[in-house]
């Protein structure tokens, strides 16, 4: 069994029994890691438990196999280390959270460091503790995500012939933008304004965040196999299908 000492924040979190959890962090310097969290949950008579909260950011300290695999780790030491109380002091914050806490554990791998974009998931869970409006972060963390795992598309071309006018429609079964003339082959394509082809190219402006949010999510939607559970509590469907 190898030791390992990580900074940590927590994605996820299951009652595993009475006293322990099971644990999805996100660690800086080794990526995703499951752990089983024994005893988390038991108190003492000078300390009241209440488990590994959801996007506690701290230390931890994980026995792992060499092999890992597909086994859980065993989590031996935590401490929290960042208070984010100000996430669940206003309910778009703690969607907002949730929801990057969720598409982060979707789609990345066990065991596969991403530590840039631990650094940004930190950054943007500290953002948001604070935030008078939450789109700007996440559609920010959802880019970064996406170029971490390789899956951030093309916003400035057309996929399919190269042309940099006429881009109407974005297609995540093709990797980006398609133009006005290749448009109508593809089955599986979503409009998109031009407005919010802007903020998706950088040029983001408050009103543009909704639609650079809703194309962000459809393509992170497909990745994933399914819509994200916290999308509608981030934009409502209605208002994703305003078209800007």
Request: hydrophobic share 40%.
């Amino acid at each position: 069994m190898a030791t390992i000492a990580d900074s940590a924040v927590v994605l996820r979190r299951l009652d595993y029994s009475e006293t322990s959890q099971i644990i999805v962090f996100f660690t800086r310097q080794h990526g995703k890691v499951r752990a089983i969290g024994k005893g988390v949950k038991r108190g003492t008579k000078t300390r009241f438990a209440v488990g590994i909260d959801l996007l506690d950011v701290g230390e931890i300290v994980v026995s792992a196999r060499q092999e890992r695999g597909e086994s859980l780790a065993t989590v031996t030491e935590w401490k929290a280390t960042c208070s984010l109380s100000g996430l669940r002091e206003k309910l778009f914050r703690i969607h907002g959270a949730q929801y990057v806490a969720e598409i982060t554990g979707q789609l990345t791998e066990d065991w596969d460091p991403h530590v840039d974009l631990y650094d940004a998931l930190v950054s943007a869970l500290v953002e948001l503790s604070e935030a008078s409006e939450a789109l700007g972060t996440i559609v920010r963390y959802q880019r970064r995500l996406l170029e971490a795992v390789g899956s951030l598309p093309r916003f400035d071309v057309c996929v399919l012939c190269g042309r940099a006018e006429d881009l109407t429609h974005f297609s995540s079964f093709e990797g980006g933008m398609v133009c006005r003339h290749c448009e109508p082959m593809q089955v599986e394509k979503l409009e998109v304004s031009p407005v919010t082809r802007r903020a998706l190219n950088g040029e983001a402006e408050p009103s543009s965040f909704v639609g650079a949010f809703g194309v962000l999510n459809y393509h992170i939607s497909h990745l994933m196999g399914r819509e994200p559970v916290l999308a509608d509590k981030v934009v409502s469907p209605d208002r994703r299908r305003i078209v800007e």
